[in-house]
Structures are given as C-alpha cells and as structure tokens.
C-alpha cells in the first residue's frame, strides 16, 4: 500500500556518470514534484509536472531533466554527475497544485 | 519574496514536557501552510495543515498548530512529548500561484530528554 515510492533509495556514483532516479505514485494525483535536500537538511523544489505537462522548473542546471511518462511516474534523470549534486531528492504529489504534499521516502546520492 | 523562517535550530525538551516550534512566514496572499516532520533516514510525513477557517489546526500525533495572520505565523505545539517525537520538524508554504510549490523553512532538530 506504498503511497509514493522512489527508486533506488540510496545511489553511489562516479563523478561524470549519468544516473535516473525513479519516481510512482498510487495515490490517483495528478501532480508530481521533485525536491532536493541538502547537507544541512535546506528543502528546495526542483520540478513539478501536472498531467504530464512540467510547470515548475526552478534554476537547476540543465544537466537534470525530469520525464513523465504518465500521471503515475516521474522520472530524474542527471547527466555528468558533479560533486555537488550529492544530496537526497526527494519524490512527491499531491491533487492539484497549492494541496497537501505527500513525499516518497528519499534518494541519497552520493558521488565520489 | 516568499519565505519561511524557523528561528529555533534546535531545541531540546525533556519528556512529558510541552512543546512550542516557531514558524513565521512571508506570503502576499493567504497562505497555505504545513508542518511536517522527517524522521532520520526516512521521508516527510505531513502532521497538519492551514487552508482556511478554525485558526487552530489538530493534526496526527497529538500535534496542533495555530494561524495568527497578524503575527504572520504558524506554530506547531504537543501539550506533552513523547521520546518517539525526536526529529526533524519543518514549516512550508505553499504557493498556489505558482503550481503549489512548496517553500520550506529551514527546520528545526526536536530532542527529547529522558
């Protein structure tokens, strides 16, 4: 009965490698965001799709782009992984936008 | 511009006692607000939320949060603390004039004395 799930859960990289974060919902929500949490825990939205159409992308670098292949999934995906993209994203959704956000339980990337 | 701000970083309180989380927000119009709380290692689970109406919200856990407009601000309180309650708490706005993002304030680490 898994709400909002994330694959992998935790991640351990080379910098310069490409990587896909995965992300479903079962909760029948029409909205997707990703978040990323950094070392000292700071929340900071990345992306949000409604309806598979993106209507949220916050100043992250192009080397990140998300996919939504249907209203259940959203995907991230992240080219030329650099150091400073080691964090914990974050998957999460909710029924429309400005409603209450639920949150998968994390991925922990971490590149060497 | 919109903001969260959660003065206490950390905050320290012996069980059985109650509990008070300061949460002061910036928004233009009337704001939707939550209180999560994140376990360590785990995600964030929503405890209670302000979209309009009764100022005073109950939420899971035996948590409660109060709406002061005038004050610009949402606290989260436990009229008694459970060892269970030690955690990560976080205050966030939510703008739903901009796809319903959500701004997070900073946090505040919960630990909870014996």
């Known amino acids: 009965d898994t709400a909002v799930s994330q694959t992998p859960k935790y991640l351990v990289t080379q910098m310069g490698n490409d990587k896909s974060i995965k992300c479903e919902q079962n909760?029948?929500?029409?909205?997707m965001y990703w978040y990323k949490q950094d070392s000292k825990k700071f929340l900071k939205i990345m992306f949000s799709y409604n309806n598979k159409e993106l209507i949220i992308n916050e100043t992250v670098p192009n080397r990140f782009s998300p996919k939504s292949p249907d209203k259940a999934h959203l995907n991230l995906h992240i080219n030329s992984l650099e150091l400073g993209d080691s964090a914990v994203y974050f998957c999460?959704?909710?029924?429309?936008?400005?409603?209450?956000?639920?949150f998968g339980p994390g991925t922990r990337l971490t590149v060497l | 511009a919109q903001s969260v701000t959660q003065p206490d970083i950390h905050i320290t309180v012996s069980e059985g006692a109650s509990l008070e989380l300061r949460c002061n927000y910036s928004?233009?119009?009337?704001?939707?607000l939550f209180w999560y709380v994140q376990s360590p290692g785990q995600g964030l689970q929503l405890l209670l939320k302000y979209f309009s109406g009764d100022t005073l919200v109950q939420g899971i856990k035996g948590f409660e949060a109060e709406f002061k407009r005038s004050q610009s601000s949402f606290n989260l309180r436990k009229p008694s603390v459970h060892w269970s309650d030690a955690a990560e708490y976080f205050c966030?706005?939510?703008?739903?004039?901009?796809?319903?993002?959500?701004?997070f304030g900073q946090g505040t680490e919960l630990s909870v004395k014996p």
């Open positions: 928004y233009g119009a009337t704001p939707y």
């Open positions: 966030a706005v939510a703008l739903y004039n901009q796809g319903g993002k959500l701004i």
């Open positions: 909760l029948g929500h029409d909205t």
């Open positions: 999460a959704s909710s029924h429309g936008g400005g409603k209450e956000q639920f």
